[in-house]
Structure formats: structure tokens, C-alpha cells
């Protein structure tokens, strides 16, 4: 197979879509939905496609290389091909079928035998965006170290509260000093928001300091916002390269397996669901209600739920629920409570919106829906319930540890993840590649592009094998009617992951609709 590197002579990025044939592999350059997004794809043989990231040689021709400062560097010069070959691809689809097309894949990310920038001229922002997570320290310290020990990048800066920080406050210096130890802490030390994306003012305040790498951690909206810079510098045509990494403690971002700082939230939770359990258990007909973060994805629910073994009944924005009648929660609750005395129940913050009458019907600066408290909602309902309907005695605690779970340092697995998240960023910025986001892909780091990135939200398939784990491991209810359950539509593939099927990326999952 031929290069697929960025350098490819002859491919044509514009509107419509514009086919070049370069040693056997055809790069197709497109722009279907977004107005200024042009996605570069490259299609091989076998049903081989690439879907590349931009270059800042895209839109800057004769841009000057040099070579990578890292093949000098005792650390890595030993390594064995430590470059990454520019061929070098990570398939989106793993499980494949014999006769199927490979599929499609996204750039490898690592270090590039050339880069595109001389350390001494680089100057990089860093930015954290969006709610907190686990983790965003460890990411801006190894940005900042990465940059410094790899490549010998002196000139970082950290933008002061998020995206407004940009046209509104000073920046903060950022040395291997400065940040040395604030991967024990948890938040981050540059502070974050929601709302004042103001792109214009923002690219304004990135040209005129002369900025030429922007490092942006944030979530869905932070990465919506990212591509949107990314757009205006290439208006600009300035050469400043745009690298986002994915910070979500959701797990909401599609593509990659699984978000930074998500791990140690899981672990945290446990905490309050083995609290919840000895509550639970020291009472007559003890209920342990827990809350946990997650607003259209029950990811966090999923898993503490599956680690903990102690939670009876976990219940998530995907899967809609109700409370009355057969197959309902209470029905399960009475049995649970004659069977074991006791239970415990973990609910997203997002599940079961449907239901709760109360409506905020507002949204936070960056829009996003407010939702009310389902926790207080539902324990009020099982009390009112089981203590005012039924008369039957029953201990219910309601605990909601929301913002302690997302307010720790990362565990030592997130530190490591978040090192690798950081240096991946940093290799794409000095290799010339922007308007990205690093991830890992079927467990290799790859680039990806924005518009991958926020076409959707990654939620709890229901029909997944992994929301099948759960169900047998609590014995809840599916509360699914049968009157519910649309039938699988039979051309369609079936899911093709397993392990980590549920977060997967598979876009051949059947994500089949219940009716409400
Ligand atoms: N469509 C968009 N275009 C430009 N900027 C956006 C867009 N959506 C969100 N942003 C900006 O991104 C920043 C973060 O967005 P948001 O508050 O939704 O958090 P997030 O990045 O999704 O993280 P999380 O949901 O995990 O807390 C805000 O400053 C917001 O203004
Ligand atoms: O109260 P804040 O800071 O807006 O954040 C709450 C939201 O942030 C998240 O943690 C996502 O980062 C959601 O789970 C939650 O709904
Ligand atoms: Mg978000």
C-alpha cells in the first residue's frame, strides 16, 4: 500500500467531493454537512478508509520541516522504531468477519520522524473547559512536560477559566516547575467554565500573542467549540496548530474508548454505594438510594453499579422506567425488601426525566438542559409510596455525592492514561496535524477528526451485551413491556464488540428505540 501520509501531492480539499488517484489508494476530500468541516478521506484497497485529520500544510503551502528534536534524546533514541510509520492507521472496527471490508480507520498518533515547528518558536496555550474530571491536572502537566522535555518547548501558557479566559484575563506561565505536583489535585489550576465562547474574540487573542498551539481539554461542547476555532484559524490562515483532548466524566464522547478520569470516578462511587449498602442493611426494609453524575449517559451508573455487586437496581437515562404496576420499580422494591430485607438503588441524574413533573426548563451558560433532582424525586415517591399507600415501614437514605466523585485527583491507571493522552496531543501539534482530538481507538492512540468527535453523543446501548451484565447481575426488571420493544430489524448487522460493547464505537450497533 502507498503513503497515506498528509503530504500526499494532488489531494483536493474543497466543496463537493474531489477524487485523486495516488498509488493505488483514492483520497477523497469532501465537506457533506458542516459548512466549512472538509473531512480528508482516503480510501484503499479492500475497503480500506482513512478518515484523516488536517495539516497545516492543507492550507499553508511550503510550510519549512525539521528534524524531530526526539531522535537525539537518550530516552527515546534507543527505542526501536519509535517514529510512527506514516502509514501507520488504527481500525475503528477490531471484530471483523471473513470477506468483510477492513473498514475504517483514523491516524496513528505518536512522533513523526519530521516536525513542523522549531521548539524555540512555539508557543502554546492550554485550556480546560466544561465541568470538572479527574484527571484535567495530570493532562495540563503533561502537556507542558511534554512539550519541555521531548521537544525542548519552553513558551507554555495556561488560559485563565476556560474559553472566556481567552479575551478576558491574563495568561498563566506554565513550567515543568510550575505544574510539577498538581496531579495530586483534583479540579484543575486553571480554572474552568461554561458559556463565553466568543469565537472571533478568542481567535483574536490567539493571533495577536503570536500563539501556535492551542491545547484544548474539554467535552462534547469544549470539542464543538474546539472545531470551531480550528475553522477560523484556517480562514486565517495562521499557522497554529488545534489539538482537543477529550475530557468527559460521562464517557459521552463517541470514537474513543473511554473518556480520562472515568475510571476513578467509578472507583469514588463506590464509596457511596458501600455507604448506601451499611445503611441499608443496619435498618428494617433499608433503602440506600445513591445519585450519580450523568446527564444523557448512564455510563458512570452502568459501571459503579457492575464493580459495586451491592446495588439491586440501577437505572439510566437510556433505559426508561416507570414506577406502577407489573414489572414496575416499586412491584421489585416490595419483592426485593420481603426477599433480603433491604436494597440499594443507583439512579443517573439524567434517568427517568420523563417521569419527574417538576421541569427547570433552563439551561446553564453553555446550554446545556438543567435537570431537576430525580435522586429527591424518586426517593420521595418509593416514601410516599410504600410508608403513605401501603403503610409497610421502610428506611429510605437518599445520598448524593455528584460532585464529590468528579472532584478527586485521577487514580494511578487515569494518570497513566492522561500521560499518553498529553503526549499523543503533543506529537500530532509538532507534526504539523490540527483541527484534532487524540483518543484511543480499540486501545491505540489515534487522531481524530473534530467532526467525528461531536456528531454524536456515546451512550448505553440497552441492547448491548454489557446492559445485559447488569440486568443479571442486579435481577432488576428490564421494564420493558412487550408492547414496548420494537422488533430487531433483521438486515440490520448486529453488534460486533463484545467486551466493551457498550461503550464501543461501533457504528453498526442496533440501537433499537423503546417506546414510552
Ligand atoms: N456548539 C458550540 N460551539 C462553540 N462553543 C461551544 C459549543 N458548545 C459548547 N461550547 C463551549 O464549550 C465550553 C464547554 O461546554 P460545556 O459546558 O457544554 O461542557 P463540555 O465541554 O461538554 O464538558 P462536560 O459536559 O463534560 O462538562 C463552553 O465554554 C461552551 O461555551
Ligand atoms: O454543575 P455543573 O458544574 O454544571 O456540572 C454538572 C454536569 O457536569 C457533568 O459532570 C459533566 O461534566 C454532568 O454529569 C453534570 O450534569
Ligand atoms: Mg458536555
Redo the contacts with the bound molecule.
Keep these: 500500500m502507498g503513503s497515506v501520509d498528509h503530504c500526499l501531492a494532488g489531494v483536493t480539499v474543497g466543496s463537493g467531493h474531489n477524487i485523486n488517484k495516488t498509488a493505488g489508494l483514492n483520497i477523497i476530500s469532501s465537506m457533506p454537512n458542516l459548512q466549512h468541516t472538509q473531512n480528508k478521506i482516503v480510501i484503499g484497497d479492500d475497503g480500506y478508509v482513512l478518515e484523516d485529520v488536517p495539516h497545516l500544510s492543507d492550507y499553508i503551502p511550503n510550510l519549512p520541516t525539521y528534524p524531530n528534536p526526539l531522535q537525539d534524546n537518550p530516552s527515546y533514541s534507543v527505542v526501536k522504531q519509535y517514529f510512527v510509520n506514516v502509514d501507520d492507521a488504527v481500525a475503528q472496527k477490531i471484530v471483523v468477519h471473513k470477506n468483510s471490508p477492513r473498514g475504517k480507520h483514523f491516524r496513528r498518533a505518536g512522533p513523526r520522524q519530521k516536525v513542523y515547528f522549531e521548539p524555540d518558536d512555539v508557543y502554546a496555550c492550554i485550556v480546560t ?3 470538572l474530571c479527574p484527571g484535567l491536572n495530570t493532562v495540563t502537566r503533561e502537556i507542558v512536560c511534554g512539550l519541555y522535555h521531548m521537544y525542548g518547548v519552553s513558551r507554555v501558557v495556561g488560559i485563565d477559566g ?2 472566556r479566559g481567552f479575551y478576558s484575563k491574563n495568561t498563566i506561565p506554565l513550567t515543568p516547575k510550575v505544574v510539577n505536583d498538581i496531579h495530586k489535585r483534583g479540579g484543575t489550576i486553571l480554572g474552568t ?5 466568543v469565537t472571533k474574540k478568542i481567535v483574536d487573542s490567539i493571533q495577536d500573542r503570536g500563539m501556535n498551539q492551542v491545547y484544548i481539554i ?5 470539542q ?2 474546539a472545531a ?1 476555532i480550528f475553522e477560523e484559524i484556517r480562514r486565517r490562515g495562521l499557522n497554529v496548530a488545534v489539538a482537543g483532548i477529550p ?4 464517557n459521552d464522547i463517541p470514537v474513543i474508548d473511554k473518556s480520562f478520569g472515568f475510571d476513578s470516578a467509578v472507583e469514588e462511587a463506590q464509596r457511596a454505594i458501600s455507604a448506601a449498602h451499611v445503611e441499608a442493611t443496619s435498618f428494617e426494609n433499608g433503602i440506600g438510594v445513591v445519585k450519580l453524575m450523568g446527564r444523557d449517559s448512564g455510563f458512570i451508573a452502568m459501571y459503579a453499579t457492575l464493580a459495586s455487586r451491592d446495588v439491586d437496581c440501577c437505572l439510566i437515562p437510556e433505559s426508561p422506567f416507570y414506577l406502577e404496576g407489573h414489572g414496575g420499580l416499586f412491584e421489585y422494591i416490595e419483592r426485593r425488601l420481603k426477599e433480603n430485607g433491604h436494597m440499594v438503588i443507583v439512579i443517573a441524574e439524567g434517568a427517568g426525566q420523563g417521569l419527574v413533573s417538576e421541569s427547570l426548563k433552563s439551561t ?1 451558560p ?3 438542559k438543567l435537570l431537576p433532582d430525580v435522586g429527591l424525586w424518586i426517593s420521595e415517591r418509593i416514601k410516599e409510596h410504600f410508608l403513605k399507600q401501603k403503610k409497610m415501614v421502610i428506611n429510605l437514605k437518599y445520598i448524593d455525592p455528584t460532585y464529590m466523585i468528579r472532584a478527586i485527583p485521577s487514580n494511578a491507571s487515569d494518570n497513566v492514561y492522561c500521560t499518553l493522552l498529553a503526549q499523543s496531543a503533543v506529537h500530532g501539534a509538532m507534526a504539523g496535524y490540527t483541527g484534532f482530538t487524540v483518543g484511543p481507538v480499540n486501545g491505540r492512540h489515534a487522531y481524530i477528526p473534530f467532526n467525528r468527535i461531536i456528531e454524536k453523543q456515546n451512550k448505553v446501548v440497552i441492547t448491548d451485551r454489557m446492559w445485559a451484565r447488569l440486568l443479571s447481575s442486579t435481577n432488576q426488571p428490564s421494564f420493558l413491556r412487550t408492547r414496548d420493544i420494537i422488533k430487531e430489524n433483521k438486515e440490520e448487522e448486529p453488534p460486533t464488540q463484545l467486551a466493551n460493547d457498550s461503550t464501543s464505537t461501533d457504528e453498526n450497533s442496533v440501537e433499537k428505540q423503546i417506546l414510552c
Design positions: 473547559c466544561g465541568g476556560g474559553y467554565s461554561r458559556g463565553g465562547h474539554g467535552g462534547d461542547g469544549t464543538r467549540g470551531v475530557k468527559t466524566i460521562d446553564d453553555s446550554g446545556n
